[in-house]
């Protein structure tokens, strides 16, 4: 089965940047849509983004203006690109591949100073 597998979290400041990659071993473009998670309780999910097949994004309305999805189809990875970074954005983000189901093991960013 494809696995994504998700890179780059790690510890920064508030206001810092940090971007994550998230690479499938299998071509993306088998994809219709790919997209970056967090977990909620009760089995919710924040949806954070996400990128089409054809490369249309969406955005949680209230991340929209510091974070950015792209993709390098080359190179089979999506990044989130995440800017102006607080500490309440501090969690496991996880690469999904939502109508397939398919979920990388995370990637975890802290902020703090």
């Known amino acids: 089965q494809v696995q994504l597998v998700e890179s780059g979290g790690g510890l920064v400041e508030p206001g810092g940047s940090l971007t994550l990659s998230c690479t499938s071993t299998?071509?993306?473009?088998?994809?219709?849509?790919l997209g970056w998670y967090r977990r909620l309780p009760y089995g919710q999910r924040d949806v954070i983004a996400t990128i089409t097949r054809s490369g249309r994004t969406t955005y949680d309305s209230a991340l929209k203006d510091r974070f950015i999805i792209s993709r390098d189809v080359a190179k089979n990875t999506i990044y989130l690109q995440m800017n102006n970074l607080k500490p309440a954005d501090s969690d496991t983000y996880y690469c999904v591949a939502p109508r397939e189901n398919i979920w990388g093991q995370g990637a975890q960013v802290t902020v703090s100073s």
């Open positions: 299998g071509n993306i473009s088998s994809f219709v849509i």
